[in-house]
């Protein structure tokens, strides 16, 4: 039987409202303190304890079936989160104005702690606490999912260098903002570069093309993320234009922690474990993934895409969409080895298609969502 899962004291005290035996739930991170008169008259059944306060004092109303997960003591991340990120929470305790605050937000205190302790590490605790931290990602990243359609989900992959003055930086952001106005999800890995282009055009979807220049205007100022201002003209832009009702999925990783994480992503998925993330990216993106330039990761997405398509691992391959010919046909000519291997045979299933045009990459990923409707 599924697991009900309180994530909030709010869905608790309306669990233990109920009164009599409580089945099947699991609760994520939660303060039972805030309630603990009402729980005392609860019992427990087949119940899982992710962390939280106060548990220990409910021991002896659980049966033998419940599983108690003790909190991690000790830590600047909490292990059980009951949610993904957002700028707010990754960024708690950076100061706009001063960029060197950024040494104090959570993001970097994390990121700290993570090469202390070693990126690979014999320590048991700390290896246990970044899987119990990246499940609660997934666990977060499956309740975000839930509520579109699989194949709305889009992705774009390409370079963290790619500057913000680069014309193809702008092309990536107004590719994103077309797809996401036509009903798409957006997914990156959720730094700079192209990724964060990804999540601007998503951040500004409904909003005219002027509008769009005026926010690269502002971004020019810090064309790289080893800018000092990178963070603060990004939270500029977004202070001049609100968010909108239109949302996308940044999913970075601590083990390119010195690359920041955009804030322009309304919902962040951020893993200790990078091969995780990666798969998670690939693998959600059902709806195709656009590759625009990029260097040695690009190419192992790539590749990794491939495979997945190949063998149909979800029932049905995704488009696969080279943005910039010039590119991925002379400089990195990767779209002609995979040609080369499709007529050999080495490839099945691949729904390849290169193109300079914005037009068609977004008439493709729309017309493949349209084919596929249930």
Not at 253 to 267: D, I, K, M, N, R
């Amino acid at each position: 039987m599924k697991y009900t899962e309180i994530e909030s004291c709010a869905a608790l005290k309306q669990a233990l409202e109920a009164g009599g035996t409580l089945r099947h739930y699991a609760f994520q991170g939660i303060d039972f303190e805030t309630c603990m008169e009402t729980a005392m008259k609860c019992r427990f059944s087949d119940c899982i304890f992710l962390g939280g306060s106060g548990v220990e004092k409910l021991r002896d109303r659980m049966d033998d079936r419940c599983s108690v997960f003790p909190r991690f003591k000790g830590l600047p991340f909490r292990v059980f989160r009951s949610g993904l990120y957002n700028a707010d929470s990754l960024y708690e305790g950076y100061r706009i104005g001063e960029p060197e605050s950024y040494e104090e937000c959570f993001d970097f205190k994390v990121y700290r702690h993570y090469l202390d302790a070693g990126k690979q590490t014999g320590d048991i605790k700390e290896t246990l606490a970044r899987i119990l931290h990246d499940h609660s990602m997934n666990d977060g990243l499956d309740d975000f999912l839930r509520s579109f359609d699989e194949k709305s989900i889009v992705g774009i992959m390409g370079g963290h260098g790619l500057s913000r003055c680069d014309e193809s930086y702008r092309k990536v952001v107004l590719v994103s903002k077309r797809l996401t106005e036509g009903g798409s999800i957006m997914v990156s890995g959720g730094g700079p570069g192209a990724m964060e282009a990804t999540h601007l055009g998503a951040w500004m979807a409904g909003r005219s093309e002027n509008e769009v220049d005026e926010a690269l205007d502002i971004l020019s100022a810090a064309p790289s993320y080893k800018d000092r201002l990178w963070l603060d003209t990004a939270f500029q832009v977004m202070k001049r234009f609100p968010m909108p009702k239109y949302v996308s999925l940044g999913v970075p990783t601590w083990l390119y922690g010195h690359e920041p994480a955009t804030p322009f992503a309304t919902h962040i998925a951020k893993y200790f474990d990078n091969s995780t993330r990666e798969d998670t990216i690939l693998t959600i993106a059902k709806g195709g993934v656009i590759y625009s330039p990029g260097s040695a990761g690009t190419m192992q997405e790539i590749f990794q895409d491939a495979v997945q398509n190949h063998y149909l691992s979800f029932g049905y391959a995704s488009p696969m969409i080279f943005l910039d010919k010039e590119y991925w046909m002379e400089e990195m000519p990767v779209y002609r080895l995979m040609e080369h291997l499709i007529a050999k045979g080495r490839y099945n299933n691949l729904l390849l298609s290169i193109t300079d045009s914005i037009d068609t990459v977004v008439q493709t990923i729309e017309d493949f969502r349209k084919d596929h409707e249930a």
